[in-house]
């Protein structure tokens, strides 16, 4: 089959590799028919190569058609059409049971102190092969699939894999006040998914910044108040206080994190590990302190006293310095972590299958075959062409 393969900082290239197969008997193989390409991606594309290895197989946010179900599956079979949930989830475990997918007994890397194997994503989560190819093995088949009907376009499913629960989380875990105002600090897909989920919620003010002009454009025709961060720069707290009565909003969704392919310090840091053999290149990696904390900072000045802020940004830094002293003293809530995708999938569904309210079938900026993806990630990394969502056919 083809698959998209990592071979090194910013080298991703479309091979032949083998076809996945059933190896044990909860197993399916499902043939991806669209695939998206995330920001996340871009972590591997530029600063986390110490965790891969070449030729890994990337992606994470596929759907498809079950080609093949294993003996004691019972839950699928062939000809179904299902989104794979990023989350490498058993269902069964303890933390399942209590809705933390991510967090999955069965499937935590132990080794390196992580959460649950995620598809696509370096040996921190597994080494788990990904969803940006043709054919694509899902353990716990009776379990982690989760199946869709046929009929509409795969742009209205395919979004619940990654985009959709990890926006809906963020929103939960910001627990906006009826009434209250939320600001949406970076609207790439999940922020701009936030500020959708946010509105259809009943939010009654939607704050969104960013400085990409096309993102604003998105969010300020859904009915966000955008403003542009290169507008504002150093004066964006005090004008985001005056529009939220001289408080500030009641939460704060950080939807940037880890922009090291953005900031000089970390790209530093990453093209250091070059030079490096791979066992010392990881263990830096895991300890030192990469992250653009921009964004954080500002979420932390900006909230009301006793208000939340939520985190849906991935940060990978183990020694940034965070302001404690100020987050104590205005009483913050802080609340983040990976999307427990199943946790939230019933909760999206009928917003799928019962209308588009949140723009699902536009929402894709770019629809691209599998054999130009690599092309479409340094499009994407760039902030080109009005990229925003790029999703592969293969």
């Known amino acids: 089959m083809k698959a998209l393969t990592w071979h090194g900082r910013r080298d991703v290239r479309v091979d032949t590799v083998p076809?996945?197969?059933v190896q044990d008997p909860t197993d399916v193989v499902v043939k991806v028919t669209t695939s998206g390409l995330c920001g996340s991606d871009l972590h591997l594309y530029e600063v986390l190569g110490p965790f891969l290895d070449?030729?890994?197989?990337l992606g994470h946010e596929p759907m498809g058609v079950v080609e093949e179900a294993g003996p004691d599956v019972t839950a699928v079979r062939a000809g179904d059409r299902v989104v794979i949930p990023f989350n490498v989830s058993c269902g069964t475990c303890h933390t399942c049971g209590q809705g933390l997918h991510s967090q999955c007994e069965t499937t935590?890397?132990?080794e390196y102190g992580s959460g649950a194997s995620l598809f696509g994503y370096t040996k921190l989560y597994g080494q788990v092969p990904g969803g940006q190819a043709e054919l694509l093995r899902v353990p716990f088949g009776n379990n982690l699939p989760i199946k869709v009907p046929h009929g509409p376009e795969d742009d209205r499913f395919v979004f619940l894999s990654d985009v959709l629960p990890t926006a809906w989380q963020a929103v939960e875990y910001a627990a906006v006040p009826d009434g209250g105002s939320l600001a949406v600090l970076g609207l790439g897909p999940i922020g701009d998914m936030s500020c959708r989920i946010a509105l259809h919620r009943g939010t009654a003010q939607v704050i969104g910044v960013d400085l990409v002009p096309e993102r604003l454009e998105r969010a300020r025709r859904r009915g966000v108040h955008v403003l542009n961060l290169d507008e504002h720069g150093k004066d964006l707290a005090g004008v985001i206080r005056d529009?939220?009565?001289g408080r500030g909003p009641d939460a704060v969704i950080d939807a940037v994190g880890m922009e090291a392919h953005g900031s000089p310090g970390a790209k530093l840091?990453?093209?250091a590990t070059d030079l490096l053999p791979s066992a010392m290149a990881a263990?830096?990696?895991?300890h030192v302190g990469v992250d653009r904390l921009h964004a954080l900072y500002l979420a932390i000045d900006i909230v009301r006293r006793g208000g939340t802020i939520s985190l849906s940004g991935v940060y990978g830094g183990q020694t940034d310095p965070l302001p404690m002293l100020t987050m104590f003293d205005k009483q913050i809530q802080l609340r983040m972590g990976q999307a427990n995708v199943h946790r939230w999938a019933g909760d999206i569904l009928p917003l799928?299958?019962?209308?588009d309210p949140l723009g699902v079938d536009?929402?894709?900026t770019h629809h691209v075959p599998l054999t130009d993806a690599p092309a479409a990630y340094e499009m994407f990394q760039k902030k080109q062409d009005g990229a925003v969502k790029v999703l592969f056919k293969p």
Not at 54 to 57: P, S
Not at 352 to 355: A, M
Request: no cysteine.
């Open 352 to 355: 799928l299958t019962d209308g």
């Open 243 to 245: 529009l939220t009565g």
């Open 108 to 110: 935590q890397v132990r």
């Open 54 to 57: 070449e030729g890994d197989i």
């Open 283 to 286: 263990k830096l990696m895991e």
């Open 269 to 271: 840091a990453a093209r």
């Open 362 to 364: 536009g929402f894709a």
């Open 19 to 21: 076809d996945p197969v």
